[in-house]
């Protein structure tokens, strides 16, 4: 079974300073890959995704992402966080084999300090 | 009304009790989910309603039943539930479920249900 893992519970960092959140899937082929940012007392938005091609990808709120298959990561980056980006981040995985379902990872929970 | 909206945002009932959750999408989509959200574990698909038909049950146990009357709205009925139970219920819709990973989905607030 495909599986998604994100190593880190929490991340803090502080506000203009760079982020990196780490993400690593469990699968043979490419499979389709995606962030989604929760807020408190919010539903899931989805950041960026990838299919294929380029695997640079960009998303909205600054943030981007690139898929390494030799490592099977899929990291989401930011040059300079914001204090409204605190947040959970989710990264999920979806492939035709398993009738193409989104399964997620645990989540990490981003703190931002001023 | 916009995306996707759920209520109860709250709900707090006995074990003995029934309550129903209620999701209505206003994105014209033909697919819509049932997913658990419990702390410090990954989103639990429950269920896949595709045009109406039912078309994933994830071993969910039968003290949750859904129903989905249209394409717009999707009810989970709860019935005799645990205290395991308590956890975040969201909604999702999206285009076209067979589309597969090209299908975006779109999430509500969700509905926090405690079950005491």
């Known amino acids: 079974a495909q599986s998604v893992t994100q190593p880190d519970i929490h991340i803090t960092v502080s506000e203009g300073a760079s982020l990196e959140l780490r993400c690593n899937y469990s699968?043979?082929?490419?499979?389709?890959l995606f962030w989604y940012v929760q807020s408190p007392g919010q539903g899931l938005q989805l950041l960026l995704k990838?299919?294929?091609?380029?695997?640079l990808v960009q998303g909205i709120k600054g943030f981007e992402a690139e898929f390494k298959r030799s490592q099977s990561s899929f990291n989401l980056r930011k040059p300079s966080v914001h204090w409204s980006d605190a947040a959970e981040y989710f990264c999920a995985v979806a492939n035709m084999e398993y009738g193409n379902k989104l399964v997620f990872g645990a989540g990490t929970i981003l703190r931002v300090k001023s | 009304e916009t995306g996707v909206t759920q209520t109860p945002r709250h709900l707090v009932m006995g074990m003995t009790n029934k309550k129903s959750l209620k999701c209505e999408q206003h994105l014209g989509h033909n697919a819509m989910y049932w997913y658990k959200q419990s702390a410090k574990k990954p989103l639990e698909l429950m269920f896949v309603?595709?045009?109406?038909?039912?078309?994933e049950n994830n071993s969910v146990p039968s003290r949750f039943s859904p129903e989905c009357p249209n394409s717009s709205h999707l009810f989970l009925h709860l019935h005799t539930l645990q205290p395991e139970d308590s956890a975040l219920y969201l909604c999702a819709s999206s285009q076209d479920f067979r589309a597969g990973g090209h299908d975006e989905q779109f999430f509500g607030p969700g509905t926090r249900l405690t079950v005491l």
């Open positions: 309603y595709s045009l109406e038909e039912r078309v």
């Open positions: 699968y043979g082929a490419t499979p389709y």
């Open positions: 990838y299919f294929s091609g380029d695997t």
